[in-house]
């Protein structure tokens, strides 16, 4: 187990500027997951840990010592890819022994390794098995089963789960915290999936274009978001955002109209706040923080497009004004929402003020 420390990493191809200056603590034992959209540089920065990529500048330590050049066998580390990449003529013993017996380590560790790693991931009843005859599951199982044997001071993931179906994925997403609390070593997880992140990470780091917008833990990141973009990638269905200019500033609170429905006006928090009178800002809503008519702060009346009825809670989908799309979640309401109009409340207390340029005003 070992700690991994970057700091001001970069990475170019040629004169692409892809991780752009990254510093990122992981302590020993902590589950951390890059999340973002595709393109945004999570792989380049996990394979620059491996030592897959090389690093432009900057210093990248494992367990203490620098590793920028030294060779992906010599980090401590094991990795598990998207494609689960077995041998296709060896059995599932053989593959999860096979880089143990490239380097050359004695038959009866490779055997206890094997049989420790199988035990814990229920492989038992497959060691004997070729990949083609186990499901994509199962071969994925196999897969970490490799990177277990091998002991590894950190875990590093890559879309591990990302070619399995809907189901298989949220029972391998369980398998693989299980896994977290029974090896307790550090592990570093990339995914585009903001659910995967929430559910896995101890903290998320959230990435895009290269750079890290907010470090955190899954509900601070949710409860506490730094700018309009972390605001709407955690969460699903995700953050409502309302136009809104601001019309007073008083000691501790700035107070807004929504630009599409001007009447409608809400007092915010802001203990500094970083706007004037007159700005262009945003109100950001999370579904669920619609309140009823009457009980928030202000209400608002939307044109209902269509409702969605999911047994535990309904998704309305409306709008403010044509272009200003927003989904409502209603939790207690099964069939009262095929109306035209439907009058929510907004609550002060759980509504989020950002600037014209996507930013926290707090
Ligand atoms: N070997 C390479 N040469 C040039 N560009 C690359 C190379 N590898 C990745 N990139 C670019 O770097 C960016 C980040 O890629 P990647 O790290 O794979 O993103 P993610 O894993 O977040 O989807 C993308 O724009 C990709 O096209
Ligand atoms: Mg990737």
Same mark, same amino acid.
């Given at each position: =187990?070992?700690?991994?420390?970057? $700091?001001? #990493?970069?990475?170019?191809?040629? *004169?692409?500027?892809?991780?752009?200056?990254?510093? /990122?603590?992981?302590?020993?034992?902590?589950?951390?997951?890059?999340?973002?959209?595709?393109?945004?540089?999570? !792989?380049?920065?996990?394979? =620059?840990?491996?030592? /897959?990529?090389?690093?432009?500048?900057?210093?990248?330590?494992?367990?203490? !010592?620098?590793?920028?050049?030294?060779?992906?066998?010599?980090?401590?580390?094991?990795?598990?890819?998207?494609?689960?990449?077995?041998?296709?003529?060896?059995?599932?013993?053989?593959?999860?022994?096979?880089?143990?017996?490239?380097?050359?380590?004695?038959?009866? +560790?490779?055997?206890?390794?094997?049989?420790?790693?199988?035990?814990?991931? +229920?492989?038992?009843?497959?060691?004997?098995?070729?990949?083609?005859? /186990?499901?994509?599951?199962?071969?994925?199982?196999? *897969?970490?089963?490799?990177?277990?044997?091998?002991?590894?001071?950190?875990?590093?993931?890559? +879309?591990?789960? !990302?070619?399995?179906?809907?189901?298989?994925?949220?029972?391998?997403?369980?398998?693989?915290? @299980?896994?977290? @609390?029974?090896? @307790?070593?550090?592990?570093?997880?990339?995914?585009? %999936?903001?659910?995967?992140?929430?559910?896995?990470?101890?903290? #998320?780091?959230?990435?895009?274009?290269?750079?890290?917008?907010?470090?955190?833990?899954?509900?601070?990141?949710?409860?506490?978001?730094?700018?309009?973009? &972390?605001?709407?990638?955690?969460?699903?269905?995700?953050?409502?955002?309302?136009? *809104?200019?601001?019309?007073?500033?008083?000691?501790?609170?700035? $107070?807004?109209?929504?630009?599409?429905?001007? %009447?409608?006006?809400?007092?915010?928090?802001? *203990?500094?706040?970083?706007?004037?009178?007159?700005?262009?800002?945003?109100?950001?809503?999370?579904?669920?923080?619609?309140?009823?008519?009457?009980?928030? %702060?202000?209400?608002?009346?939307?044109? &209902?497009?269509?409702?969605?009825?999911?047994?535990?809670?309904?998704?309305?989908?409306?709008?403010?004004?044509?272009?200003?799309?927003?989904?409502? +979640?209603?939790?207690?309401?099964?069939?009262?929402?095929?109306?035209?109009?439907? $009058?929510?409340?907004?609550?002060?207390?759980?509504?989020?003020?950002? %600037?014209?340029?996507?930013?926290?005003?707090?």
């Amino acid at each position: =187990m070992a700690d991994v420390r970057l $700091t001001e #990493i970069r990475k170019s191809f040629g *004169a692409l500027d892809i991780i752009k200056g990254v510093d /990122l603590s992981i302590e020993t034992g902590e589950f951390v997951v890059f999340v973002g959209p595709s393109g945004c540089g999570k !792989s380049t920065l996990l394979r =620059m840990i491996a030592g /897959l990529e090389d690093i432009t500048s900057g210093e990248l330590t494992i367990g203490g !010592s620098v590793m920028n050049d030294v060779d992906p066998s010599k980090r401590g580390i094991a990795m598990v890819f998207q494609s689960y990449a077995l041998y296709p003529h060896m059995t599932v013993r053989e593959n999860m022994g096979f880089a143990l017996r490239f380097a050359g380590m004695a038959k009866e +560790e490779i055997e206890r390794r094997v049989t420790d790693a199988a035990n814990i991931l +229920e492989l038992g009843p497959l060691m004997d098995r070729k990949p083609k005859a /186990l499901s994509g599951g199962q071969r994925q199982r196999v *897969a970490i089963g490799r990177a277990i044997v091998r002991n590894p001071d950190v875990f590093l993931f890559d +879309e591990p789960l !990302s070619n399995l179906d809907a189901e298989l994925r949220v029972h391998m997403r369980v398998e693989i915290a @299980k896994l977290h @609390k029974t090896l @307790k070593s550090t592990i570093i997880y990339v995914t585009h %999936d903001q659910v995967e992140a929430m559910t896995l990470a101890d903290k #998320i780091v959230v990435l895009r274009a290269g750079v890290v917008e907010q470090v955190g833990a899954p509900l601070d990141l949710y409860d506490d978001p730094n700018n309009t973009f &972390v605001a709407g990638f955690i969460g699903s269905p995700r953050m409502n955002f309302l136009k *809104a200019q601001v019309a007073s500033i008083a000691p501790g609170f700035v $107070t807004v109209s929504l630009a599409n429905q001007p %009447d409608v006006q809400l007092r915010l928090p802001a *203990a500094a706040p970083s706007v004037k009178v007159g700005d262009e800002v945003s109100i950001g809503v999370r579904p669920e923080h619609f309140r009823a008519a009457g009980q928030g %702060d202000a209400d608002l009346v939307v044109a &209902v497009d269509v409702a969605e009825h999911l047994g535990n809670t309904s998704y309305v989908y409306a709008h403010v004004s044509a272009g200003e799309r927003i989904i409502i +979640e209603r939790a207690e309401s099964r069939s009262a929402i095929n109306r035209e109009k439907l $009058t929510v409340g907004l609550s002060a207390a759980s509504s989020f003020l950002f %600037d014209s340029a996507g930013t926290r005003v707090r």
